[in-house]
């Protein structure tokens, strides 16, 4: 599914619930949060290698999480009247310009005061 065809799907989605003007972003941020942290329990506290076995382990969930995140910023961006679709396409152009991946293959991340990359 296109990212354009989800934003239109969530409106209908909300639309047919009488909720599209029932909406707090703080709240759909909070639970963006939670959603987080629910991925976050599954795989805490343990090393990289442990983290993608659990992962592997539990495909059902994390993929869970992630629709509902997806879910959840959609929904925000319809209600802030924002095009997900040009918004992540302008995110892309913005990280290509600022992370080259030449430069990132060897530093290895964009945590400048780690040592990294970021031409911000």
């Known amino acids: ?4 065809e989800a ?4 409106k ?3 639309i047919a619930r009488g909720w599209r003007n029932d909406w707090n972003i703080k709240d759909l941020l909070l639970n963006i949060t939670e959603e987080g942290g629910e991925l976050w329990d599954l795989i805490k506290w343990v090393n990289d290698e442990k983290q993608k076995e659990v992962i592997n382990n539990n495909k059902e969930k994390v993929s869970d999480y992630i629709g509902d995140t997806l879910f959840l910023l959609l929904k ?14 302008n995110t892309l152009e913005e990280y290509e310009r600022r992370m080259p991946a030449e430069k ?14 970021d031409n911000k």
Do not use: P, R, W
């Open 104 to 117: 990132m293959k060897q530093v290895k991340h964009a945590n400048t005061k780690a040592g990294g990359i």
């Open 7 to 10: 934003q239109d799907k969530i």
């Open 1 to 4: 599914m296109e990212i354009k």
């Open 76 to 89: 925000i961006a319809n209600q802030t009247k924002v095009d997900a679709s040009q918004a992540l396409q």
């Open 12 to 14: 209908g989605f909300d």
